[in-house]
């Protein structure tokens, strides 16, 4: 396991580079994010350890990243002053480009994996925004009427882009469709909806924090949030509510991130200081509604974990978690997947 301490920082979201598999990115802010600067950190795997490779200061807090897909040296930033600001790390001090067009903070940014061209934003205004990094400003604004925490485009299809909200519903929406009353708004699905062929006691609704995108079933999304429960669905069948239910972390769930080499294996990120990784049952045949299970837990945070992500290359199992805990951990699933 490697540790980077972001002294003074604590830690809202980490990213692995699409190109370089010794390249990380974490977005932090100063005071837990209430108030304060924020900092990018630009972090390099060596030998060694991890360095600080470079360092970018903004005048708010940050919350989310999003590598760009089409240039290896640009990311974009989510910001608590509703700023998105554009990064290039073969440049100092300052962004190649800002937009500010929400009116709240800005709580997940997600660069678009098919057509590479456009990224989206999400906003406690209740929109989400698509943009191009070479025009000033956005493409088009979806309205959500709730304050949206993760917004992501499908790893499948250029056109189709989720949320989850405060609501505790999850929407999908098609750009391909017409920009009618709905704005290509397709479907609203109640995350705490039950199995329909299960008899358990209903869940009043809770904000949902985090969701993400099967990387090998186009039409499977994981979603969770504060009632704690990790929920995978599939859109093809939104009536018969969640395939698997995942019990386990004692807060909040703050960050889901599929698996990019195993189809049914899935990590979390929790207020109870873990990262858990688990198996949605998929690989085993789970009927509809079965509980998945968990693989194993890393509790090495001292503090709120709030971000996670995968590496895309070399052996499967390498991943990295931040906290409020100043801490940057690197580490092996299958290290805790075996313990």
């Given at each position: 396991?490697?540790?980077?301490?972001?002294?003074?920082?604590?830690?809202?979201?980490?990213?692995?580079?699409p190109f370089?598999?010794?390249?990380?990115?974490?977005a932090?802010?100063a005071?837990?994010?209430?108030?304060?600067?924020?900092?990018l950190?630009?972090?390099?795997?060596?030998?060694?350890?991890i360095?600080?490779e470079?360092?970018?200061?903004?005048?708010?807090?940050?919350?989310?990243?999003?590598w760009?897909?089409v240039?290896e040296?640009?990311?974009?930033?989510?910001?608590?002053?509703?700023?998105?600001?554009?990064?290039d790390?073969?440049?100092?001090?300052?962004?190649v480009?800002?937009?500010?067009e929400?009116?709240?903070?800005?709580?997940?940014?997600?660069?678009?994996?098919i057509?590479?061209?456009?990224?989206c934003?999400?906003?406690?205004d209740?929109?989400?925004k698509?943009?191009?990094?070479?025009?000033?400003?956005s493409?088009?604004?979806?309205?959500?009427h709730s304050?949206?925490?993760?917004?992501?485009?499908?790893?499948?299809?250029?056109?189709?882009?989720?949320?989850?909200?405060s609501?505790s519903?999850?929407r999908l929406?098609d750009?391909?469709?017409?920009?009618?009353?709905?704005?290509?708004?397709?479907?609203?699905?109640p995350?705490?909806s039950?199995?329909?062929?299960?008899?358990?006691?209903?869940l009043?609704?809770?904000?949902a924090?985090?969701?993400d995108?099967n990387k090998?079933r186009?039409t499977?999304l994981?979603?969770?949030g504060?009632?704690?429960?990790?929920r995978?669905f599939?859109?093809?069948?939104?009536?018969q509510?969640?395939?698997?239910t995942l019990?386990g972390?004692?807060?909040?769930?703050?960050?889901?991130?599929?698996?990019p080499?195993?189809?049914d294996?899935?990590?979390?990120?929790?207020y109870d200081?873990?990262?858990?990784?688990?198996?949605d049952?998929?690989?085993m045949g789970?009927?509809?509604g079965?509980e998945?299970?968990?693989?194993?837990v890393?509790?090495?945070?001292?503090?709120?974990?709030?971000?996670?992500?995968?590496?895309?290359?070399g052996?499967?199992?390498?991943c990295?978690?931040?906290?409020?805990?100043e801490?940057?951990l690197?580490?092996?699933v299958?290290?805790?997947?075996a313990?």
């Open positions: 396991m490697l540790e980077f301490r972001t002294q003074g920082f604590n830690g809202y979201a980490v990213k692995y580079s370089f598999d010794s390249r990380i990115a974490v932090s802010s005071n837990f994010g209430l108030v304060g600067n924020g900092r950190y630009i972090l390099g795997l060596t030998p060694k350890g360095v600080a470079k360092c970018f200061d903004t005048q708010d807090s940050l919350y989310d990243l999003s760009s897909e240039h040296n640009q990311l974009v930033t989510a910001a608590g002053d509703g700023s998105i600001k554009l990064f790390t073969n440049l100092d001090n300052f962004p480009q800002s937009w500010q929400h009116k709240r903070e800005v709580f997940s940014v997600h660069w678009n994996l057509a590479k061209d456009t990224f934003s999400s906003s406690w209740g929109t989400i698509i943009w191009s990094p070479t025009r000033n400003a493409i088009l604004t979806l309205p959500t304050c949206t925490y993760s917004a992501s485009f499908s790893p499948h299809s250029p056109s189709l882009l989720s949320s989850v909200s609501d519903h999850l929406f750009l391909r469709t017409p920009p009618s009353a709905s704005n290509h708004l397709t479907l609203t699905l995350l705490h039950n199995p329909t062929n299960k008899q358990q006691p209903s009043p609704p809770s904000e924090l985090t969701h995108w090998y186009p499977i994981a979603a969770a504060v009632d704690r429960l990790i995978t599939d859109i093809r069948s939104p009536a509510g969640p395939i698997a019990p972390h004692d807060y909040a769930v703050r960050k889901l991130a599929w698996s080499h195993l189809p294996v899935l990590l979390s990120a929790s200081m873990t990262c858990r990784v688990w198996t049952g998929s690989a789970v009927e509809m079965e998945g299970r968990q693989m194993g890393m509790g090495l945070h001292t503090e709120f974990v709030t971000g996670v992500d995968w590496c895309l290359f052996a499967e199992g390498w990295a978690s931040c906290g409020w805990d801490r940057l690197v580490w092996d299958r290290a805790i997947m313990s």
